[in-house]
């Protein structure tokens, strides 16, 4: 009876099937379950009519039994609400990253966009258009919106460096937060990977972000 199980749940709205047979192999029972948006009476009729035209199987109805499950969303759905609830967990969130020529020459302007709960921060620094000077305004940005985002604490940056390691690069960043009487110098990496820019942005929160929850 495989091949009727499978008929069935190739059914609009139906999750799954189970046939039930007797000694003789005769069908005694079919249990199907099915999406909470499914009428059981149209299940039934559909499931009459498929085994009837597919495999020329003729069943009563009484021997139909419909269940139904909680919606069931497709996984990109699932996929993504995740995603928001590991976002929503983090202390800090990263939105986006700019860089770009500013008015004078040899020169970029980095802009950072941070948000912390409901609220968003937006920062702009303008550094010399060399690999240090690009990182070092990345992350002065990134810590100029920790800064606004957290009213109650004083957030600076300290310096940014790339370093060598593990035959890879990365930014290394240390920053002095204040909060209350209490001032800490925290440091935080991240491997280059797109951007050194970015990662600047990425080292900035993996040094704060601890001492941020701690302070929520």
């Given at each position: 009876m495989k091949r009727v199980e499978n008929l069935i749940t190739t059914l609009t709205g139906i999750l799954s099937a189970r046939v039930v047979t007797t000694p003789l192999g005769e069908v005694s029972e079919v249990h199907v379950l099915t999406r909470?948006?499914?009428?059981?009476?149209?299940?039934?009729?559909?499931?009459?009519?498929?085994?009837?035209a597919q495999l020329g199987f003729k069943i009563d109805h009484r021997k139909i039994s419909v269940a139904q499950t909680a919606d069931v969303r497709p996984i990109?759905?699932?996929?993504?609400?995740?995603?928001?609830?590991?976002a929503k967990r983090r202390v800090v969130?990263?939105?986006s990253l700019e860089v770009r020529p500013a008015e004078r020459?040899?020169?970029?302007?980095v802009r950072v966009k941070l948000a912390f709960g409901d609220k968003d921060a937006q920062a702009d620094e303008v550094g010399t258009d060399t690999t240090r000077n690009r990182?070092?305004?990345?992350?002065?940005?990134?810590a100029a919106c920790l800064d606004t985002l957290l009213p109650d604490n004083s957030?600076?940056?300290e310096g940014a460096q790339?370093?060598?390691?593990?035959?890879?690069?990365?930014?290394?960043?240390?920053?002095?937060?204040?909060?209350?009487?209490?001032?800490?110098?925290l440091t935080g990496t991240c491997e280059?990977?797109?951007?050194?820019?970015?990662s600047a942005v990425l080292a900035v929160l993996d040094a704060t972000n601890r001492w941020v929850d701690a302070r929520r």
């Open positions: 909470s948006d499914m009428q059981p009476k149209q299940v039934v009729r559909n499931i009459e009519s498929a085994l009837m990109e759905a699932l996929h993504e609400e995740a995603i928001s609830e590991r969130v990263f939105r020459p040899q020169r970029v302007q990182i070092e305004a990345a992350a002065r940005a990134a957030i600076a940056l790339i370093i060598d390691a593990f035959d890879r690069k990365f930014v290394l960043v240390a920053v002095h937060g204040l909060g209350g009487r209490e001032a800490q110098l280059i990977r797109e951007s050194a820019e970015r």
